[in-house]
């Protein structure tokens, strides 16, 4: 099943895309934590408070991309690795 199986233990492929998923998901985490904070920062002065939406918008952009992130490495995974019993795994057996 999706997000079952620990991929770090996978084959060199799987092990080097997991990590770069993960690479890629935190920096997302952060970016979207620096566009909160900044964007706090910018509403306590009036003349920065647009630009501090547009940080608050980017950052929950950011916040939507994690999950999607997630899904994508699984399908990923799941493609490179366990072909064979994908079908399956998907009927829960």
Do not use: N
């Not at 935190?26 to 306590?44: E, I, K, R, W, Y």
């Not at 952009?61 to 994508?72: D, H, Y």
């Not at 490179?80 to 994908?86: A, F, N, R, S, T």
């Amino acid at each position: 099943m999706l997000f079952s199986r620990d991929h770090r233990q996978g084959t060199d492929e799987q092990r080097r895309l997991y990590a770069a998923f993960e690479v890629t998901y935190t920096l997302v985490d952060f970016a979207a934590a620096l566009c909160f904070v900044v964007g706090s920062v910018m509403f306590f002065s009036e003349d920065w408070q647009t630009a501090g939406t547009w940080l608050f918008l980017i950052g929950s952009i950011c916040f939507a991309l994690k999950p999607t992130l997630r899904v994508v490495r699984e399908l990923k995974l799941a493609a490179i690795g366990d072909d064979k019993d994908l079908a399956q795994r998907f009927k829960g057996d």
